[in-house]
């Protein structure tokens, strides 16, 4: 015989493991960015800013530029760079036409409303600000994935 106290904790756990086993993998992407770059293209937007991010002719530089470059190589994908102030990139996140947005963002963001923010990154700037990166909202694979190799290159 099952005690009462026993029975209603029981149902609880079968019922979360149930619910559970029928997830999909977390973080997710529910848009499929992760799964779209790979093989493909990534879309990044690039506001210029001191130390961080340079433009010339077109060519996008600078310590930000080459992580992004490297994680791009990382899930053999081609970096396609768009240019323009930070408001535009997050407009290019928010409608889906970037997938990641770069420049002199930190932590202390206002368009954390709006898009989603990476952890902050000190070591990615060369004076030790702490810098962030934008991504659209909710797709968390991405975002861990992204986070994941920073870690590794700031750490590396």
Same mark, same amino acid.
């Given at each position: 015989?099952?005690?009462?106290?026993?029975?209603?904790?029981?149902?609880?756990?079968?019922?979360?493991?149930?619910?559970?086993?029928?997830?999909?993998?977390?973080?997710?992407?529910?848009?499929?960015?992760?799964?779209?770059?790979?093989?493909?293209?990534?879309?990044?937007?690039?506001?210029?800013?001191?130390?961080?991010?340079?433009?010339?002719?077109?060519?996008?530089?600078?310590?930000?530029?080459?992580?992004?470059?490297?994680?791009?190589?990382?899930? =053999?994908?081609?970096?396609?760079?768009?240019?323009?102030?930070?408001?535009?990139?997050?407009?290019?996140?928010?409608?889906?036409?970037? =997938?990641?947005?770069?420049?002199?963002?930190?932590?202390?963001?206002?368009?954390?409303?709006?898009?989603?923010?990476?952890?902050?990154?000190?070591?990615?700037?060369?004076?030790?600000?702490?810098?962030?990166?934008?991504?659209?909202?909710?797709?968390?694979?991405?975002?861990?994935?992204?986070?994941?190799?920073?870690?590794?290159?700031?750490?590396?």
């Amino acid at each position: 015989m099952i005690r009462p106290g026993i029975r209603p904790a029981l149902a609880l756990t079968l019922a979360g493991a149930v619910a559970l086993s029928g997830c999909a993998s977390i973080p997710s992407d529910p848009d499929g960015t992760l799964d779209r770059i790979t093989g493909a293209e990534l879309r990044v937007g690039a506001s210029p800013s001191e130390g961080l991010v340079d433009v010339a002719g077109g060519d996008v530089s600078g310590p930000l530029a080459n992580v992004v470059e490297k994680f791009a190589d990382a899930h =053999d994908a081609r970096t396609v760079w768009t240019v323009g102030s930070e408001e535009d990139l997050v407009r290019g996140i928010e409608d889906g036409s970037l =997938d990641l947005a770069v420049g002199g963002m930190t932590d202390q963001t206002p368009w954390a409303v709006k898009v989603g923010v990476s952890r902050a990154f000190p070591g990615l700037s060369p004076d030790g600000t702490p810098v962030v990166l934008l991504v659209p909202l909710g797709e968390n694979g991405f975002l861990s994935e992204l986070e994941t190799f920073l870690d590794e290159e700031v750490s590396g």
